[in-house]
């Protein structure tokens, strides 16, 4: 088990052996890091987590209460998971039909959001600092910065790196300065970039 010394892991939880988990790491009630995992520093898990064997999470990403990461799901570095939101790995699942040969991989980019209670159907992809709405629905890949919400999710709009509002159209062209960070955005063939 490759568990860093910095690394807590509260007395309820189960680490599997083999498992390995980064420095500063928190693993913290009745959660359950399967023995694959591959997990960075400076993380934290809520209470009631599951991680599976073939999910691999980067550095400073926080994982709030009751979420299940499964088998084929990779979580770049600053990804934020909200309470019981789900993953999936099988695309058609029946309880009578194996389909452990059949997972579909997920991949959340860095600094994501994932809003509380929000499905992300397997599959997909989450470009950077993209913003799940609470309660979504997402079956389709979401372009970086994107702010998406409902059932199907469809974006609504952009969001900076610090998690603020851009106002930018969805679509066509034109710039945009963040009061906050002073980083500037612009909008070019409907796909918003990070200038510095």
Known sequence: MAISSSAFIHPTSIVDEGAQIGQRTKVWHWSH?????LIGDNCSFGQNVFVGNNVCIGNNVKVQNNVSIYDNVILEDHVF????MVFTNVYNPR??????NEYRDTLIKRGATLGANCTIVCGNEI??????????LVNKNIKSFALVVGVPAKQIGWMSTLGHRIELPLKGGGDWLCPHSGVKYYLEDDYLHQLN
Do not use: H, L, Q, T
Not at 33 to 37: E, F, G, L, P, Q
Not at 127 to 136: D, E, L, V
């Open 81 to 84: 998971c909200g309470p019981s």
């Open 127 to 136: 470009g950077k600092y993209a913003f799940i709405g609470a309660g979504s």
């Open 95 to 100: 309880s009578e039909v194996s389909r452990k």
């Open 33 to 37: 890091i399967s023995s694959n995992a």
